[in-house]
């Protein structure tokens, strides 16, 4: 095995990160040990480890940078949508980057998750390609140098356990493969078991249009995040502007007994689900998410305006939709 990883080391380093970076499910690091333990024994070029890491790193980087400049959130929200994290996929990814900007690409690698989320995420945010390539370079040389280091310092432990897993023989790949279904299970359950907590009442669109053009409007409310307004400003006319931390403080001002809607534009309706629960505990008992969210208001033809238009977010009032 060892003389394997020396032979192909560099060109596995650079399969290695490029895959992970790309959204394969295989770690990265270990590999990054291993070559810095045989970095540390002369076995291969540290200069050469680094060199593959990096251009791993920057190609699977780019390509989704890329893709969010092209598609902008529609990324974000595919790849959360076969997340087993659906939940906070993309909002912890939208939190970080309001508090980093695009200096979140120097630490996005060390928080999982982010690592594939970040490149996409600033790229719809409009971050310069110039400043990219820099940011995202310094990110992935500070996570390839601190793997590489730590395979440096204990090249000689690094070595007894890979010998004790070629001596353990197949029974070692066959307990790995079992612990990564495990874990994969676990997160799959954990996922199900989540959905299962959210699911209540929906109200359709075209239920949501016909209230709205009968005259009997509830209160719909946009529980998006500030920065997916800014990569998505459709809004559904009307809509009040309310993060789901201070959906409440919102809707203060709403008489207890007035039906709600509440949508966002994330997997499951996820954060939609959220808010009606936290209104629901507040007193509210007419609250309901909107069944695909804005897309799927958007996707059946309703009027949506643009946050930048007079009067988005201001009031809710009872004016009906007309189809576009």
């Known amino acids: ?94 939190l970080r980057f309001q508090r980093w900007r695009g200096q979140v690409l120097l630490v996005a690698k060390f928080v999982p998750g982010l690592s594939l989320l970040a490149p996409p995420l600033v790229g719809a945010m409009g971050l310069p390609p110039r400043n990219f390539v820099l940011l995202d370079g310094l990110g992935a040389l500070l996570w390839a140098g601190v793997s590489l280091a730590l395979g440096y310092a204990f090249a000689g432990e690094v070595d007894r356990v890979l010998d004790a897993v070629a001596h353990a023989g197949t029974a070692t790949v066959e307990v790995g493969a079992a612990l990564l279904v495990a874990y994969v299970l676990v997160r799959w359950w954990r996922r199900e078991r989540l959905l299962r907590s959210l699911r209540m009442a929906r109200i359709g669109v075209e239920e949501l249009a016909r209230a709205i053009a009968a005259g009997h409007a509830p209160v719909v409310i946009d529980v998006r995040s500030t920065v997916a307004r800014q990569l998505d400003d459709r809004v559904i006319p009307d809509a009040l502007l309310a993060e789901i931390d201070g959906v409440v403080q919102v809707v203060e001002a709403i008489p207890i007994d007035r039906e709600l809607v509440v949508y966002c534009n994330c997997p499951n309706e996820v954060s939609a689900a959220y808010a009606a629960q936290a209104l629901m505990a507040r007193g509210y008992r007419r609250v309901r998410p909107l069944r695909g969210g804005l897309d799927a208001w958007d996707a059946a033809g309703y009027t949506v305006h643009r946050l930048a238009e007079a009067g988005a977010g201001q009031g809710v009032d009872d004016s009906a939709p007309t189809a576009a």
């Open 1 to 94: 095995m060892i003389a394997l990883i020396a032979q192909y080391g560099l060109l596995l380093v650079f399969l290695n990160v490029l895959a992970a970076q790309a959204g394969v499910p295989v770690p990265a690091v270990p590999t990054l040990v291993v070559a810095g333990a045989l970095a540390a024994g002369g076995r291969l070029s540290l200069a050469g480890i680094v060199a593959a890491a990096l251009a791993g790193s920057l190609i699977g980087d780019l390509a989704w940078y890329l893709a969010g400049r092209r598609y902008g959130a529609g990324v974000m929200r595919t790849l959360c949508r076969i997340s087993l994290s659906p939940d906070s996929c993309v909002k912890q990814s939208e």
